[in-house]
T-cell receptor, first 112, second 114 residues
Framework: AQSVTQPDIHITVSEGASLELRCNYS??????LFWYVQSPGQGLQLLLK??????LVQGIKGFEAEFKRSQSSFNLRKPSVHWSDAAEYFC??????????FGGGTRVLVKP | GAVVSQHPSWVICKSGTSVKIECRSL??????MFWYRQFPKQSLMLMAT?????????EQGVEKDKFLINHASLTLSTLTVTSAHPEDSSFYIC??????????FGSGTRLTVV
């Protein structure tokens, strides 16, 4: 069965600093991978997705992610964090049956 | 872009009553809709998958008689929490899937059972 692990429950970063959120997946086939962001009390917004092709994927809000098959990872990065980036971030993998399996999430706090 | 409207955004109900949550895809037809439950500070747990005109497929451990799902059209799915109890209090999120837009999420419904 597929699974997604986000090792960091919380990350605190200063505004303007870089951010990297880790995501490791376990899936037998070629994965479809996603990163979502959730603000408090809200639904999920898609940041970016990887299906195939270039392993470096650009998303919205200045985010990017790199798929590394050898490490089963799909880490999310942003060069310079803004206070509005404080939120919960979820990595997800699409499995058979077109279902999404989510990681546990990483809460990002931004210090002024 | 694709928009999924979920209503209500929050609801408080008395224990033993039923609550219906609607999920609509506003500008696209959703081949499949998904219902998730999210406890505070936790991830999303898939409850069920529904396709228009057919019975929902529930995940293991989800009571289908308590969480009734109706997917009457390609743009509307409803989740009814029957005989709600305080332990059903949670954040419920729907998602609509389409070939064109992938997965689009509603803004969620905060259910509080008192």
């Amino acid at each position: 069965a597929q699974s997604v692990t986000q090792p960091d429950i919380h990350i605190t970063v200063s505004e303007g600093a870089s951010l990297e959120l880790r995501c490791n997946y376990s899936y037998g086939a070629t994965p479809y991978l996603f990163w979502y962001v959730q603000s408090p009390g809200q639904g999920l917004q898609l940041l970016l997705k990887y299906f195939s092709g270039d392993t470096l994927v650009q998303g919205i809000k200045g985010f990017e992610a790199e798929f590394k098959r050898s490490q089963s990872s799909f880490n999310l990065r942003k060069p310079s964090v803004h206070w509005s980036d404080a939120a919960e971030y979820f990595c997800a993998v699409e499995a058979a049956g077109n279902k999404l399996t989510f990681g546990g999430g990483t809460r990002v706090l931004v210090k002024p | 872009g694709a928009v999924v409207s979920q209503h209500p955004s929050w609801v408080i109900c008395k224990s033993g009553t039923s609550v219906k949550i609607e999920c609509r895809s506003l500008d696209f037809q959703a081949t499949t809709m998904f219902w998730y439950r999210q406890f505070p500070k936790q991830s999303l747990m898939l409850m069920a998958t529904s396709n228009e005109g057919s019975k929902a497929t529930y995940e293991q451990g989800v009571e289908k008689d308590k969480f009734l799902i109706n997917h009457a059209s390609l743009t509307l799915s409803t989740l009814t929490v029957t005989s709600a109890h305080p332990e059903d209090s949670s954040f419920y999120i729907c998602s609509a899937s389409s070939r064109a837009w992938g997965y689009t999420f509603g803004s969620g419904t905060r259910l509080t059972v008192v």
